[in-house]
């Protein structure tokens, strides 16, 4: 029985997607290794100080102390008003560069377990992903309990959306990392060019500066996914409304970054210990 090079292309791509596809959810199951991997990286990160992690919630409130009183009186808001927005802002903010950033190096600064292991490659996603989300708690769930508790447009079931929003974050660094780790390691420049493009976003993204305090054009808002992925957690909880739109705006592009990063993920699984 002899196959045309269109059916043997079919089943090879077919068994690509089945093998990438079980190593990536075989490795997000376990949850003992990556979750063991995170908590080692982030004890070793602040080994020894007196303050261990909470050195990262101390210089959250500094950052936060200066921001709002040198950019405060720039602002048409109240000071207290901008200090929601920012808090809120700022903390998601450091999460998506985080992921961003560490999803340029995940398999990098794994290269020994690569080479030495036959764990899945998605171990080392979800081990970055839990090392963002670790250290990202420790700044957002303190500023979420202070907004709860002082604010009160937030004091209502349309906070509740904060959830789910959290959760998208989530499903799209895990996204993110799927494609930046392996290109990464390919083509090394991308590292140095995801870095320098997070520092120009930072200010193209309502975070330090408020719509209608800057004369800033709207498409930098409506067409920017950092933007629109913050609305999701800070809109519930600074103005008490669900932000349709930009739930809107999320879903789609998470639909579509999760085809993109499936897409990439399948297709260089078998390079990445080459590559490296």
Request: charged share 10%.
């Amino acid at each position: 029985m002899s196959f045309s090079r269109s059916e043997y292309l079919s089943q090879s791509n077919s068994g690509e997607f089945t093998d990438a596809a079980k190593d990536f959810w075989v490795g997000a199951r376990q949850f003992n290794i990556w979750w063991a991997l995170a908590t080692s990286e982030v004890l070793q990160r602040f080994g020894r100080t007196y303050l261990g992690i909470f050195w990262i919630l101390v210089s959250f409130a500094a950052i936060m102390t200066v921001k709002i009183i040198f950019l405060g009186g720039l602002q048409t808001a109240s000071a207290i008003e901008f200090a929601v927005f920012l808090g809120i802002g700022y903390s998601i903010w450091q999460f998506m560069a985080r992921s961003l950033n560490d999803g340029c190096t995940c398999y990098v600064r794994s290269k020994g377990w690569l080479l030495a292991s036959r764990f899945p490659h998605s171990v080392y996603i979800m081990q970055s992903v839990a090392v963002a989300g670790i250290e990202n708690a420790i700044t957002i769930l303190p500023v979420i309990c202070i907004v709860l508790l002082f604010w009160e447009p937030a004091q209502s079931q349309v906070s509740l959306l904060v959830i789910p929003g959290l959760v998208m974050l989530m499903i799209n660094a895990v996204a993110v990392m799927m494609y930046l780790g392996p290109l990464s390691t390919r083509y090394r420049d991308l590292t140095q060019f995801v870095s320098a493009g997070v520092r120009v976003l930072f200010f193209a993204t309502p975070i330090i500066w408020m719509p209608g305090a800057l004369d800033v054009p709207q498409y930098l808002i409506d067409w920017n996914p950092f933007a629109r992925f913050i609305e999701i957690v800070r809109e519930p909880l600074l103005y008490g409304t669900p932000g349709l739109d930009n739930w809107l705006f999320v879903s789609v592009f998470t639909v579509i970054h999760l085809l993109v990063a499936k897409l990439i993920y399948v297709r260089t699984r078998y390079r990445q210990i080459h590559w490296l």
